[in-house]
């Protein structure tokens, strides 16, 4: 069973720890195909690829939750050609990919508006989901039609049906809500491409994250990449809040 976290951020972490959640914006493919004045599709296929290599590399390191934006509430303004291409891709990756997860004792979860995808999209997410529920060497969560912004709304509708007539929801109620109740907030997050935004990912979750950007475009982004950030996140001192004295006084 996944437990339910409350705010990840009650206790500091031992620096040069190993972190437990690492979230990333897989950003950059359009633009490593047009280098190599290939389509855009491209760029993607290759960037599934990497998924695979950072996931085994999270394995190794021994991350417990890897967080990836696959494709986000925005990705619809996106040319139709360029939103069917990346929603073929989605299929024939679970397709392909599922078995593997499960025999990697791997648990796949899909956060987002899933509603908007095709009834066999839906039918492949709740069967990898289904299949791998007792799996727990490592959680993969793919954001998928996922948007910060609706993820709270979401939780906070859902808290209101739960809690009719009430008045005022606390952190508690609405954390309990959100899509990833079930995993500690992300330690580290990870974008490539270059670009220094959030892009409505995990807002709420990210309060209190170490923000790494990388130009590094995502399909070129493989194990040695992920061992830097990783690298970089254990020199990070951690404070939530505290002074750099008290935490040295543990
Ligand atoms: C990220 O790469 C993948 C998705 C958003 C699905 P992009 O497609 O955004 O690549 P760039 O930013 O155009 O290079
Ligand atoms: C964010 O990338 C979403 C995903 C990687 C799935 P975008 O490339 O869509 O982000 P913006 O719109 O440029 O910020
Ligand atoms: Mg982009």
Request: charged letters at 25%.
């Amino acid at each position: 069973m996944l437990r339910k976290f409350f705010s990840s951020t009650a206790r500091v972490p031992e620096t040069s720890a190993i972190p437990r959640h690492i979230a990333i914006i897989m950003d950059g493919n359009g633009r490593w195909a047009k280098k190599r004045m290939l389509p855009r599709v491209a760029g993607h296929q290759r960037g599934v690829e990497r998924v695979r290599d950072v996931i085994q590399a999270c394995i190794e390191h021994g991350v417990e939750y890897l967080t990836l934006f696959a494709f986000s509430s925005e990705n619809w303004r996106r040319p139709k050609e360029e939103v069917s291409k990346l929603m073929e891709l989605f299929v024939m990756a679970l397709e392909r990919e599922v078995d593997k997860l499960h025999s990697n004792n791997i648990r796949l979860k899909v956060v987002g508006d899933l509603k908007q995808f095709s009834p066999q999209l839906q039918e492949l997410i709740r069967e990898g989901e289904t299949l791998t529920a007792g799996n727990d060497r490592l959680v993969l969560t793919i954001a998928a039609n996922y948007g910060g912004r609706w993820d709270i709304l979401n939780a906070m509708n859902r808290w209101l049906e739960a809690n009719p007539g009430a008045r005022q929801i606390d952190e508690a109620g609405l954390t309990e809500f959100l899509s990833m109740a079930y995993a500690p907030e992300p330690d580290l997050f990870i974008r490539t491409g270059g670009e220094q935004r959030i892009s409505n990912y995990l807002i709420w979750q990210l309060a209190y994250t170490e923000l790494y950007f990388t130009d590094t475009l995502w399909p070129d982004f493989g194990a040695k990449s992920l061992e830097q950030a990783i690298a970089w996140y254990q020199k990070r001192e951690r404070r939530f809040g505290r002074t750099s004295e008290q935490l040295l006084r543990h």
